[in-house]
């Protein structure tokens, strides 16, 4: 294959230009200099970015963070495509592939709060930031007595505001807080088993045009296989939802050896009925695992979890 200058297409933020460093060198350690002549990282901007004032569903929903990479992806601009999975649309963009996904990151979630204060100890009516209904609900479930607010931007944004007293704690993804190493400031880490995080969180996804077999060929040398399996089972729960960022729906898988368990949560329109279900199957089948559970989920909620 002839050596190609690659353009990877990235949000602007700190977080996601960190995200796409991460891709660029894991190619580059694979490749060395066989494959290519240069990389270079092109910043995008995205309506999710710029409108921080609103709900991401009142503004487009997930494809508002990856609509403008995609539309250059397409367009040829540039020659891959780095995203935080969880903030993709459930459904590919036509013409193009996702199957690239470099080892999960910490799935965890994360509570900072002013003067480390844990969840069990803030005040009654204190007020936390979230801009997930998933958060919202999951916390409502152990701290109903508290006040829960819309907070919108990046992370270094969402701290900031903590500081200036307009919150008194926000949760945030643990993947993205260390990744820019602000670990000082976590107040609290929750398990998988306290707080079920949102579907494909703590993964990086680097998508490709799907005609562009030669960089898809290159794509799967630095793919993760279990990552991957991680993410069909999880990613089949919200396609069988038909899942978007209002569906308040939690997803986490774990591999053992040969076996994977799938575990998922999903909360009526209002918050107040938890639907729960969590099986295991051979990794083979880990496509047809999330299939099942979403179906599981879907029956049980007979329907009350979407508009």
């Known amino acids: 294959m002839k050596k190609r200058k690659i353009i990877i297409g990235s949000r602007g933020s700190k977080l996601a230009l960190l995200y796409a460093e991460k891709a660029k060198k894991k190619l580059i350690e694979f ?13 995008i901007s995205t309506e999710g970015d710029s409108v921080t004032d609103r709900r991401v569903s009142e503004i487009g929903g997930k494809g508002s963070f990856s609509k403008n990479i995609e539309n250059e992806l397409i367009g040829k601009k540039i020659d891959l495509a780095v995203h935080a999975l969880k903030d993709m649309p459930c459904d590919e963009t ?19 709060s002013k003067n480390k204060i844990s969840l ?7 007020l936390i930031g979230t801009s ?6 999951q916390l409502k479930n152990k701290r109903n007595d508290l006040n829960y607010k819309l907070i919108r931007g990046n992370v270094d944004t969402r701290i900031d505001k903590l500081n200036k007293n307009l919150y008194d704690a926000v949760i945030l993804s643990l993947a993205g807080i260390s990744c820019l190493n602000l670990n000082e400031h976590v107040t609290e880490i929750f398990s998988t088993e306290q707080i079920i995080p949102s579907v494909g969180q703590g993964v990086i996804a680097i998508q490709c045009k799907s005609d562009d077999k030669d960089i898809e060929k290159i794509l799967q040398n630095i793919n993760h296989e279990k ?18 960022c209002q569906t308040a729906v939690g997803a986490i898988s774990l591999i053992k050896e040969n076996n994977i368990t799938l575990e998922a949560e999903l909360f009526s329109l209002d918050g107040k009925e938890r639907f729960y279900c969590k099986s295991s199957k ?26």
């Open 31 to 43: 490749f060395d200099d066989r494959a290519f002549e240069n990389i270079d990282i092109k910043k």
């Open 94 to 112: 036509k013409g193009l592939i996702t199957n690239c996904f470099l080892e999960r990151n910490d799935s965890r979630e994360v509570l900072i």
């Open 120 to 126: 069990d100890e803030l005040s009654e009516g204190a």
């Open 132 to 137: 997930s209904y998933r958060r919202e609900f």
């Open 227 to 244: 990552t991957f399996k991680c993410v069909q089972a999880e990613r089949n729960v919200l396609k069988v939802l038909e899942g978007d």
């Open 282 to 307: 051979d990794i083979k089948h880990a496509a047809e695992l999330g299939i099942e559970i979403g179906e599981n989920l879907k029956k049980q909620s007979k329907g009350n979890y979407k508009k």
